[in-house]
């Protein structure tokens, strides 16, 4: 098996160069908010929000026992609490 090395390099470059062309062009993008003279981004409050559904959803998950059929049960939470993060982004701060 033979390994082209010639290419590799070169792509890898583009991508590094695209990725950091995405994030400078995306850095403007993020809503800051000033709470008592410091700026907050808006996501980390929505992150902060999203535990009151996470917990709201722990809640049923065990009163209706569904919790362990739920496997892995860390991964069913960290999925939960992104998608609650994501969804109050998408609520509160859209334009």
């Known amino acids: 098996m033979r390994h082209a090395s010639h290419g590799t390099g070169c792509s890898s470059l583009r991508v590094a160069a695209a990725s950091l062309l995405v994030a400078l062009a995306c850095a403007g993008c993020d809503p800051i908010f000033e709470i008592d003279g410091a700026f ?21 998950m065990r009163k209706w026992a569904v919790e362990e059929h739920a496997r892995p049960v860390p991964l069913t939470y960290v999925s939960v609490y992104v998608a609650s993060v994501l969804l109050l982004w998408l609520g509160i701060y859209r334009t």
Do not use: K, N, S, T
């Open 40 to 60: 907050f981004p808006a996501w980390l409050v929505c992150m902060v929000l999203a535990v009151g559904p996470l917990l709201l959803v722990r809640w049923a």
